[in-house]
């Protein structure tokens, strides 16, 4: 039987893309041969990787806007460091709002001062932080739009001359927004793009070159836009994957019917999670994430039951993250209405039986 797929990540995928994905590691492009083996620099590969890199401009609406796609290895983390490193020339500013951007800050202090503008650290990530100052002699300014441990995200962005700089990797591709407020966009792939192993950036050229420091070539911006992400050998399955996903996406009327759908499965749960006394949801519910709806428990003793009860409905990565504790369910793009339903049921079901 099929699971009900709530992990955070790596993501649940639609059954097409797994389909298709499949056929190619058998044989690719009827080439004889499996994607897992064929040259990164085949042509057949350089048009996955040239394409995946304008179909990601598209979906986003930066065609033509000064920005280029890059598809790099070393996840969300490495572009924490890879960000600092070629934008931060002496201080910068980020707005701390989890786990995520806590990490992202502790790599931008080894090249320069960094200003927390704002944190929710105080009550443990349950909001984001409103009416915060960006300071002018920033270099740039750093968020993080949806944070998946804590289940909140952002429903608005600062306006800044400032270049904005966002980590999306949970919810890219899920909303519209108007994408030309950030001057970089970065994603790991494995919450709602594709399979773990690459990350997307999207860059806005004439933000770079301005830091005096040399720059390793594996880390320079300027060198993987030169060499259209195949400086080195890119995560060929992975991008490949993240291409039929996003194929999936446009073909399904993209961002904007999407949207329409999380919504709606945001709405279905939440509305069960503040009318079911049994739970208590763990955000702030101004705040709360479209992607990852945390919540919890009111009665401890009914953790048994409820995870026997959801365990037998098929449905799998229901836990909490471990430093949050109770249960998230991550409701990425490929998640179909049905598998939300199927936990309302179960959630409706504990309170007939407590």
């Not at 951007?101 to 929710?120: C, L, M, P, Y």
Request: hydrophobic share 40%; charged share 25%; aromatic share 10%.
């Amino acid at each position: 039987m099929k699971k009900h797929n709530y992990s955070a990540g790596p993501c649940i995928l639609p059954q097409e893309v797994f389909r298709e994905a499949s056929q190619a590691i058998l044989d690719f492009n009827d080439s004889g041969l499996s994607i897992l083996e064929i040259s990164h620099r085949s042509k057949d590969f350089v048009d996955v990787m040239e394409e995946a890199r304008n179909l990601s401009l598209e979906l986003l609406g930066l065609e033509g806007k000064g920005y280029k796609a890059l598809f790099l290895q070393g996840g969300a983390s490495m572009q924490f460091l890879m960000i600092a490193y070629n934008l931060l020339k002496d201080k910068a500013a980020y707005l701390n709002t989890g786990a995520w951007s806590t990490k992202a800050i502790k790599e931008a202090k080894f090249f320069g001062d960094v200003t927390e503008v704002a944190s929710s650290a105080d009550k443990d990530f349950k909001y984001i932080p409103k009416g915060y100052f960006i300071p002018s002699d920033v270099d740039y300014f750093h968020c993080t739009s949806n944070n998946t441990i804590y289940g909140t995200q952002m429903k608005e962005f600062p306006r800044t001359p400032k270049p904005v700089i966002c980590d999306m990797s949970s919810d890219i591709f899920s909303r519209e927004l108007d994408f030309s407020q950030f001057d970089l966009i970065y994603a790991g792939a494995q919450k709602n793009m594709g399979p773990a192993g690459t990350t997307l950036v999207v860059i806005k050229e004439d933000i770079l070159g301005y830091v005096e420091r040399s720059i390793p070539s594996m880390m320079d911006y300027r060198i993987h836009i030169n060499k259209a992400s195949m400086y080195n050998t890119p995560a060929v399955y992975a991008v490949y994957v993240s291409l039929l996903t996003m194929r999936w996406l446009k073909n399904n009327g993209g961002i904007k019917a999407i949207e329409e759908k999380n919504e709606k499965k945001a709405n279905l749960l939440y509305s069960e999670i503040d009318i079911n006394p049994l739970f208590e949801g763990y955000a702030n519910k101004e705040d709360r994430s479209v992607m990852n709806a945390t919540f919890t428990l009111v009665n401890d003793d009914l953790k048994e039951t409820f995870d026997e009860l959801w365990k037998e409905a098929g449905i799998n990565g229901l836990n909490g993250h471990r430093s949050v504790g109770g249960y998230r369910a991550s409701m990425y793009n490929a998640l179909p209405l049905e598998s939300v339903q199927v936990l309302v049921d179960v959630m409706s079901e504990l309170e007939r039986k407590a």
